[in-house]
Structure formats: C-alpha cells, structure tokens
Antibody, heavy 123, light 110 residues
Framework: EVQLVESGGGLVKPGGSLRLSCAAS????????MNWVRQAPGKGLEWVSS????????YYADSVKGRFTISRDNAKNALYLQMNSLRVEDTAVYYC????????????????WGQGTLVTVSS | QSVLTQPPSASGTPGQRVTISCSGS????????VNWYQQLPGTAPKLLIY???QRPSGVPDRFSGSKSGTSASLAISGLQSEDEADYFC???????????FGTGTKVTVL
C-alpha cells in the first residue's frame, strides 16, 4: 500500500525557515515523480513544486521560486521542501503527492497524497 | 491565481447527473491531459480521473471525464450523498512550466 507521511510543519515567524519532510513507503520511490501541493485555509489547491525521479527536472511555482527548494533522497525514500523567507501568505496545509504512474505528473497527475502538514506563518 | 476556471458551485438531487466544467487555454488543457480530484471535507484530495478520462482503480464508473479543445468536463451520474465535496481539475501548463489547478467546484446534494 502506498503511504506518504508528511512532517515538519508548525508555527514560524515571517522571514523564518522550515523544512518539510515526506516519508514514502509501499512503492519504488526512486521511480516516481513527486510534488508538493498546498492549500491555504478555506482556499483551493496550489501546486508548489515538482521533481522527477532523478532530481534532474525540478519546477517551482512563481510564488515560491527563489525561496523554496525541493529535494529527494532516493536511498531514504524521502522527499523534502526547504522553505526560506517565509511569508504570511505561505500559511497552508502542505501535501506531499506522488505521480499516478511512471509517466509523471504532467501526464497523469497526482494519484497518491499524504495527509498534509500545517504551516502557519505569523508574528 | 488559478489558471483553470470552474463554476464555484453545482448541485443536484440524488440520482441526478451533474456536470462540472473546467476552462483553460492552449498552453495547458489545449495540449496536455486533464486530471480531476475530489476533496471531502477535512481530508486530502483524491484522484478521480487522470489522462482526461481514465479512472484509477476503485473509483466508481459514475464518474467520467472528457476533454475538447481547451475545456474539460467531469460528469457525476447517479449522484449520491457521499459525492458532496469539492472538485478540482488540474493540468500541466507548458508556458508556466508548472502544474495548475482549477478554482474548484463545491458540489451539493440536495
């Protein structure tokens, strides 16, 4: 069974940093594209960043470019999101999600999601 | 802001058919596949349809997807009370080099 478990969320002051982690199990992590998606309270879904299986193709939403860094450790079956220079508008539940198939997120979307971790940016 | 436009709400009585539209552009829906997600209150999104019209294992065949040009649709036939949720479309955008979600549609079962 595919499982994705996020951790690392919490309360942080504007300008601060936080590192989210996503522990993956139940599938060959090193074969699949992964991404982070967030949802601000009461709002819709916003894609944040994606990485292919090898970390060679990485993409970011304009809203986080230059501040957030996605990375993965295929040996540890883990996905990360380093968030720097956090803003109030970054407050959201952050989901880790896996591509539906080996074809990737662009082709088949995200078929598996974690339960999410809440990041609150406030003074 | 969201690049894909959906109606904010849709509703129907049990057993009815409800359709949700998703309007995009030539850089996303026009050239890439569309996926649909269902989000029940307080839970993570769940993939309903991928690659325009494919259902993942376990998704009832009451849910179907289609795409034409720069628009896509999700149809729910035989509406049930448990279908009351938020629905989002999504697609890769070649110009933005990123994934874009729709504005979301809240489905209410009357």
């Amino acid at each position: 069974e595919v499982q994705l478990v996020e951790s690392g969320g919490g309360l942080v002051k504007p300008g601060g940093s936080l590192r989210l982690s996503c522990a993956a199990s139940g599938f060959t992590f090193s074969s699949f594209s992964m991404n982070w998606v967030r949802q601000a309270p009461g709002k819709g879904l916003e894609w944040v960043s994606s990485t292919d299986y090898s970390s060679k193709a990485i993409y970011y939403a304009d809203s986080v470019k230059g501040r957030f860094t996605i990375s993965r450790d295929n040996a540890k079956n883990a996905l990360y999101l380093q968030m720097n220079s956090l803003r109030v508008e970054d407050t959201a539940v952050y989901y880790c999600a896996r591509a539906t198939t080996l074809a990737g997120i662009a082709e088949t979307g995200s078929g598996y999601w974690g339960q999410g971790t809440l990041v609150t940016v406030s003074s | 802001q969201s690049v894909l436009t959906q109606p904010p709400s849709a509703s129907g009585t049990p057993g009815q058919r409800v359709t949700i539209s998703c309007s995009g552009s030539s850089s996303n829906i026009g050239i890439n596949t569309v996926n649909w997600y269902q989000q029940l209150p307080g839970t993570a999104p769940k993939l309903l349809i991928y690659s325009n019209n494919q259902r993942p294992s376990g998704v009832p065949d009451r849910f179907s997807g289609s795409k034409s040009g720069t628009s896509a649709s999700l149809a729910i036939s035989g509406l049930q009370s448990e279908d009351e949720a938020d629905y989002f479309c999504g697609a890769w955008d070649d110009s933005l080099k990123g994934y874009v979600f729709g504005t979301g549609t809240k489905v209410t079962v009357l």
